[in-house]
């Protein structure tokens, strides 16, 4: 099981981002994605979580109207678009899988997820 985060990058605060996340090893349609973020200092946080088959999103208040989660299930990758970022957005971005049949609803607590990526460093310049 392989998840693979890339894109991310220096940007100045009101510019753009888009994450991919690569998975590989096990049937992606079967597993809610989500996408984390940790800056130094502070604890991880739930950013979009997207489910496995209808593309019901779950958006944290911080970011939504600005951020943007979808997914390829033909591709196995799931996309953060991230426009108008603020300094505050400054983290690292980690994509984390977990079983659908696990879960009753789509999970927004780290530790349901079964699977990360190594992340992605996202700075935003002021």
């Known amino acids: 099981v392989q998840l693979v985060e890339s894109g991310g990058g220096l940007v100045q605060a009101g510019g753009s981002l888009r994450l991919p996340c690569a998975a590989s090893?096990?049937?992606?349609?079967?597993?809610?994605i989500g996408w984390f973020r940790q800056a130094p200092g502070k604890e991880r946080e739930g950013v979009p979580y997207?489910?496995?088959?209808?593309?019901?999103?779950i958006y944290a208040d911080a970011v939504k109207g600005r951020f943007t989660i979808s997914r390829d299930n033909t591709k196995n990758t799931v996309y953060l678009q991230m426009n108008i970022l603020k300094p505050e957005d400054t983290a690292v971005y980690s994509c984390?899988?977990?079983?659908?049949?696990?879960?009753?609803?789509?999970?927004?607590?780290?530790?349901?997820?079964?699977?990360w990526g190594q992340g992605t460093q996202v700075t935003v310049s002021s």
């Open positions: 997207i489910n496995n088959n209808d593309g019901r999103a």
């Open positions: 090893g096990f049937t992606f349609d079967d597993y809610v």
């Open positions: 984390a899988a977990v079983w659908w049949a696990t879960m009753r609803s789509i999970p927004r607590d780290s530790h349901d997820y079964a699977y």
